[in-house]
């Protein structure tokens, strides 16, 4: 069975602060992907990034960055220089090695970003 | 805009009835998902459909049923419902592919009084 655990429930933060938020994962699977989805309040689901199991590098796109750690079992987001519209929902998201692979999602963390 | 459409936004009913929540894919995708997200559960796979066919099923109670259509837009039927039901309830769709991200719906909003 697939697991994700995002520890982290809430975070507060104040604009400008960089703020990391976790994911760790669980799965028998040697390949898989890993995602992240953001949920802002008016509650639409945003996809963010895919990694698949095969590319341990990192990734930067803008204010926001990836670090997958295979070792660990963990795919952290980092926004840094972080601004009110962050504020939302993010979850980590784990599917199979499949064409037809369906998503386990984490519990997500609530990013609070006050100005 | 993720390019998948569900309506209605929006519904309230009450226990024992039931409902009809619509999706439209993004243009090109074959793959269909249905997810419900509520307080207590989280975001939990419902079930997929590829090319009118399903391909795998979740945590989905016997009172909801799906399918998809040749035009490719799908169904979710929820029926006998109940005050649990209430949730958001997400569609999903992707192209064909190992680890195509999914793109979602903004979702129906179900509530039940």
């Known amino acids: 069975a697939q697991k994700v655990t995002q520890a982290q429930t809430e975070i507060s933060v104040v604009e400008k602060e960089d703020v990391t938020l976790d994911c760790v994962y669980e799965?028998?699977?040697?390949?898989?992907?890993l995602f992240w989805y953001k949920q802002p309040p008016s509650g639409e689901l945003v996809f963010l990034i895919r990694?698949?199991?095969?590319?341990?590098q990192n990734e930067i796109s803008g204010r926001y960055s990836w670090n997958f750690q295979k070792s660990t079992s963990s795919f952290n987001f980092t926004i840094t220089a972080s601004q009110v519209v962050d504020s939302a929902v993010y979850f980590c998201?784990?599917?199979?090695?499949?064409?037809?692979?369906?998503?386990?999602f984490g519990k997500g963390t609530m990013l609070l970003v006050s100005p | 805009d993720s390019g998948v459409t569900q309506t209605p936004k929006h519904l309230i009913t009450a226990t024992g009835q039931r409902v009809t929540l619509r999706c439209s894919p993004r243009?090109?995708?074959?793959?269909v998902y249905w997810y419900q997200q509520s307080l207590d559960q989280g975001l939990q796979f419902l079930i997929q459909?590829?090319?009118?066919?399903?391909?795998a099923k979740g945590n989905i109670l016997e009172r909801f049923s799906a399918q998809q259509f040749p035009d490719l837009h799908s169904e979710l039927n929820l029926s006998s419902l109940e005050l649990g039901d209430s949730a958001l309830y997400f569609c999903?769709?992707?192209?064909?592919?190992?680890?195509?991200?999914?793109?979602f719906g903004d979702g129906t909003r179900l509530s039940i009084l």
């Open positions: 243009s090109g995708d074959l793959s």
């Open positions: 999903a769709s992707s192209a064909q592919g190992q680890g195509q991200p999914q793109h």
């Open positions: 799965t028998r699977d040697t390949t898989y992907y």
């Open positions: 459909y590829y090319n009118g066919e399903e391909r």
């Open positions: 998201a784990l599917s199979r090695n499949s064409g037809y692979s369906t998503l386990t």
């Open positions: 990694r698949n199991s095969f590319d341990e």
